[in-house]
């Protein structure tokens, strides 16, 4: 058995991460389950994990860099990835930089609702223990800074400000939620005096009976008979906390039999009405930020975004305008945006004029509830039973792709999605059959590894195997959720088969090409994926392949506009299009930061 780490240090975040990921994998699907608020997507113990994990990794990445510059002997398991180390007196990175890490992990990797607000919860705790270690450090060098902030009365202080930071980047907090439990877990720890396992204690304990609290705080929780679960989540977190200095966990055996019992049968939740400062919401205003409402919005939307304090600000206003269940967290220069809204296409935008939005996420809701338990006398929700998963090389196609109904997944340049991030995006799909779209020739054998895993738990999927986000704008044009599974693929396979693609780009260094050497800064036209045109201006570049596609013939141009194409191209290629060719139509979109300076599709 592992030792029990006695101060809060560098080894204990690290075992508390590893600990908080191993409870969440276990009740994982047991939160999934009792997730029905703000959206009953039945994802919340899978977000929480995610998040979890992308803040371990990081964490492991801390100790790994540490082995790699020092050449120490492992410590434990390790993620590889050599970072920046500080040393401690006791031969481990510092604490500062491991709850540095810790947090940045979970910023950047934060799924959901839930698991936005948790990294703000990480993050607030970090502002905490790194703050404190520095001002040691400036006083009384690396080992004054390490007992200065490692005692019971750090982790107090960091779990009140944790509790205090999330309630702020949530536009307009509700009672009954994971806000709730993170303050109750707070008050309860900053009424006790003793070491960090006495804290930690004390802390899962007020957050247990602020949970059993929560259906009597929240109606739709007690009409579905379930406490929160964003709150559930964050107790299997405190109690890895309690593990990690005690070695025993606080609730073992006894909570996880009381999460899904009924309202009726739960202690403490009646005579629970009202927390200062919070609002209560009705079954029929399903919302986090407390507006009352009868339907949710369509999409869920999350991205990302480099950004100025006071330009967040301002983004903040506009989301709140535009929907709810509005979370920003984040700082120093990168956030972590989460909305609900039915103008998806706006909300990115709303980001793109606040800054540098990048791994862009918007996945269109289901009608109605995502589990397979009735809640309070209601049939569960079927899935849907038909939906299309895409990836899509930029932030407007992906806009677009989610107004068409489909669940995307964002492929940043350099960083192709991988299979398991496809299976995610199957599974919020939510559906009995999914038509999955890779968009790219390089993801063919990711995308058919993601749809092998999908078909194992019980998913039909079919594979289009398109290799241009042009040819999915086809395909999506002709899918009809109405017919035959088997139509609906044919006709959408035919569609993409028939639409020729072509994408201009800039070379980055010198290369033999089909057309042809090219150098460093030329202009490529490429052609069903192979460079066929070598210029030095985009226009006329871009112009010559659209000659070359319509040649064969065509009737309608498809035409996206990367970023940095210019502003004038698509009304010129508009015009040489309808001077030229007859009886061809052509439509442009902004396609954003795609890579590709234009990608062209011609039917």
Do not use: K
């Not at 305008?321 to 972590?336: E, I, K, T, Y």
């Not at 693609?501 to 036209?525: F, H, K, N, P």
């Amino acid at each position: 058995m592992p030792q029990v780490p006695q101060t809060l240090d560098a080894l204990a975040v690290r075992t508390w991460c590893g600990l908080a990921l191993e409870a969440l994998g276990r009740a994982r699907e047991e939160i999934d389950a009792i997730n029905v608020y703000p959206v009953a997507d039945g994802d919340t113990g899978t977000n929480l994990y995610l998040t979890v994990e992308s803040a371990a990794a990081a964490v492991e990445a801390v100790f790994a860099g540490y082995e790699t510059v020092t050449g120490a002997g492992p410590t434990g398991s390790a993620a590889s990835g050599p970072v920046s180390t500080g040393v401690t007196g006791a031969g481990l990175p510092t604490l500062a930089d491991t709850v540095r890490a810790m947090a940045h992990g979970a910023l950047i990797g934060a799924r959901g609702n839930s698991g936005t607000i948790l990294a703000q919860l990480l993050r607030g705790m970090a502002q905490v223990l790194a703050v404190d270690g520095e001002t040691g450090a400036e006083t009384g060098g690396a080992a004054e800074s390490e007992t200065a902030h490692t005692d019971g009365q750090a982790l107090r202080l960091a779990l009140r400000q944790a509790a205090d930071s999330a309630r702020e980047a949530v536009a307009h907090p509700v009672e009954g939620t994971v806000l709730t439990v993170a303050a109750a877990a707070a008050e309860a720890a900053t009424g006790t005096e003793g070491d960090c396992g006495t804290v930690a204690c004390a802390a899962y304990e007020g957050a247990r009976a602020a949970l059993m609290a929560t259906p009597g705080q929240l109606a739709v929780l007690e009409r579905a008979g379930v406490v929160d679960a964003g709150g559930r989540g964050l107790l299997a977190v405190l109690a890895a906390l309690a593990e990690t200095f005690t070695g025993e966990s606080p609730g073992a055996g006894r909570v996880a039999g009381e999460v899904h019992t009924r309202v009726n049968g739960m202690d403490g939740v009646s005579g629970v009405d009202r927390v200062d400062g919070l609002d209560r919401v009705d079954v029929n205003g399903v919302c986090v930020d407390g507006r009352p409402g009868e339907d949710s919005p369509a999409f869920e939307v999350t991205y990302l975004l480099e950004a100025e304090d006071a330009d967040v600000a301002r983004l903040r206003a506009r989301l709140d305008r535009l929907g709810n269940s509005l979370v920003v967290v984040g700082g120093d220069g990168l956030w972590n945006v989460h909305v609900h809204a039915d103008d998806a296409g706006a909300a990115v935008e709303a980001g793109v004029e606040a800054g540098r939005p990048y791994r862009i996420r918007i996945t269109h809701f289901g009608l109605g509830d995502a589990h397979t338990a009735g809640a309070a006398g209601r049939p569960p929700r079927e899935r849907a039973q038909r939906a299309v998963v895409a990836v899509v090389p930029g932030e407007g196609l992906a806009g677009l792709y989610a107004e068409a109904g489909a669940t995307t997944v964002l492929a940043r340049p350099g960083e192709p999605p991988a299979s398991g991030e496809l299976v995610e995006a199957v599974r919020r799909a939510h559906a009995r059959e999914v038509v999955l779209l890779p968009n790219d020739a390089d993801l063919r054998h990711t995308a058919a590894a993601a749809a092998e895993q999908a078909r194992t738990e019980g998913v039909r999927v079919a594979l289009i195997p398109t290799r241009s986000a042009v040819q999915g704008i086809a395909a999506l044009a002709v899918h009809e959720p109405g017919r035959r599974f088997d139509e609906d693929v044919v006709a959408m396979t035919s569609a993409a088969g028939a639409t020729r693609y072509a994408e201009v780009a800039v070379a980055e260094r010198q290369s033999w090409t089909m057309a042809g050497i090219c150098q460093a800064g030329d202009v490529l036209g490429l052609i069903d994926g192979d460079v066929a045109v070598i210029g030095s201006d985009i226009t006329a570049t871009a112009e010559t392949v659209l000659d070359r596609m319509l040649a064969a013939g065509g009737e309608m141009v498809t035409l996206v506009l990367g970023d940095e194409a210019p502003g004038s191209i698509a009304a010129h290629l508009e015009a040489r299009v309808r001077e030229s060719y007859l009886a061809v139509d052509t439509v442009a979109y902004r396609g954003g930061r795609q890579g590709a300076l234009l990608l062209i599709g011609v039917e």
